[in-house]
């Protein structure tokens, strides 16, 4: 089974900044199955990104993703308010950990 | 567009079992692949298992083998996910997802709203 690991695990920024997530497989994994999710503390977890760089359906193009193998980044170029959240990589099946992006 | 919705909050005795279920409306289950994720308080998202029922596969996280079950009801376009033998540290939030993007791998794009089990005697 693939451990994903993702840091930070915490990243500190104020609006407008640019935040940048890592996500790293333990092996090299398919890009196509690499997917990123955006929760919120009560809310059901949204899916942001799939196929590693694919953006989900009314997602906003200030969200993106890259990568390949075992090295994953989304990147959010100018964070909003509302994007404060914990973010996610997936690959079939399991999670990272989690990287809490926070003011 | 298909939603889930899944069933009530439940408390359970340790050792007992809890069974959620996953009802899909707008459409059914019948070509998505479901999986099921839960988030104990304080810790993040952990895939417990899932179903793809144009196979009638069922793939279960090495931690949850032998002690959940995710079964497919496609007449009612419901999913359950039973765990057994539970303890405190079952105590989570539990979600449903599927997969409803042909191109996207599986990734899950439509989540039920979640289900808080209590595991406390």
């Known amino acids: 089974e693939t451990v994903l690991t993702q840091s930070p695990v915490t990243l500190s920024l104020s609006p407008g900044e640019r935040a940048t997530l890592s996500c790293r497989a333990s092996q090299n994994v398919d890009s196509r199955y690499l997917a990123w999710y955006q929760h919120k503390l009560g809310q059901a977890p949204r899916l942001l990104i799939y196929?590693?760089?694919s953006r989900a359906s009314g997602i906003p193009d200030r969200f993106s993703g890259s990568g390949s193998g075992t090295d994953f980044t989304l990147t959010i170029t100018r964070l909003e308010p509302e994007d404060f959240a914990v973010y996610y990589c997936?690959?079939?099946?399991?999670f990272g950990q989690g990287t809490k992006v926070e003011i | 567009q298909v939603q889930v919705v899944q069933s009530g909050a439940d408390v359970k005795k340790p050792g007992s079992s809890v069974k959620v279920s996953c009802k899909a409306s707008?459409?059914?289950?019948?070509?998505?692949?479901i999986s099921w994720v839960r988030q104990a308080p304080g810790q993040g998202l952990e895939w417990m298992g899932g179903?793809?029922?144009?196979?009638?596969?069922?793939n279960y996280a090495q931690k949850f083998r032998g002690r959940v079950v995710i079964t497919l009801d496609e007449s009612a376009s419901t999913a359950y996910m039973e765990l057994t033998s539970l303890t405190s540290q079952d105590t989570a939030v539990y979600y449903c997802a599927t997969a409803t993007i042909p191109e996207a791998g599986g990734a899950l794009d439509v989540w039920g709203q979640g289900t808080l089990v209590t595991a406390s005697s």
């Open positions: 179903i793809i029922p144009m196979f009638g596969l069922t």
């Open positions: 707008g459409g059914t289950f019948n070509s998505y692949d």
């Open positions: 196929g590693a760089s």
């Open positions: 997936q690959h079939l099946g399991p």
